[in-house]
């Protein structure tokens, strides 16, 4: 399943930050940045925090509880850019002034770090 969601509507989360929703079953961080929308897996590898809680400067999100922080474009691991640590990204789009959110099955789900496809 590759369709989207919406999942708000423009003007919804505020310029310079993030919010959470539920797309497929899953918790996603949909980010406002420079006017443009981005989203990546809301929670963090580290122990689970809502990374739309974070705090948003420079395209970086950190984490509200430890301070990890990673891009809210790529979902890259901006403490350890050698690590191979991220979260998953999801494409975006704007219909009218709906925001959606493409979904995913399990199957279209990049493979997890170090695994061999």
Same mark, same amino acid.
């Given at each position: 399943?590759?369709?989207?969601?919406?999942?708000?509507?423009?003007?919804?989360?505020?310029?310079?930050?993030?919010?959470?929703?539920?797309?497929?079953?899953?918790?996603?961080?949909?980010?406002?940045? $420079?006017?443009?929308?981005?989203?990546? $897996?809301?929670?963090?590898?580290?122990?689970?925090?809502?990374?739309?809680?974070?705090?948003?400067? $420079?395209?970086?999100?950190?984490?509200?509880?430890?301070?990890?922080?990673?891009?809210?474009?790529?979902?890259?691991?901006?403490?350890?850019?050698?690590?191979?640590?991220?979260?998953?990204?999801?494409?975006?789009?704007?219909?009218?002034?709906?925001?959606?959110?493409?979904?995913?099955?399990?199957? $279209?789900?990049?493979?997890?770090?170090?695994?061999?496809?």
């Amino acid at each position: 399943m590759t369709d989207f969601q919406p999942v708000a509507r423009v003007g919804d989360v505020p310029e310079g930050e993030g919010r959470a929703y539920l797309v497929s079953g899953r918790m996603v961080a949909l980010f406002r940045i $420079d006017g443009n929308y981005t989203a990546i $897996d809301d929670i963090c590898p580290h122990m689970g925090a809502s990374l739309a809680a974070g705090y948003v400067e $420079d395209g970086a999100v950190t984490c509200p509880w430890h301070a990890w922080r990673f891009c809210v474009r790529e979902g890259t691991w901006l403490d350890n850019p050698q690590s191979k640590l991220r979260q998953e990204q999801f494409e975006v789009r704007i219909v009218g002034d709906e925001i959606q959110v493409r979904r995913r099955s399990p199957s $279209d789900a990049p493979p997890p770090p170090g695994s061999t496809p």
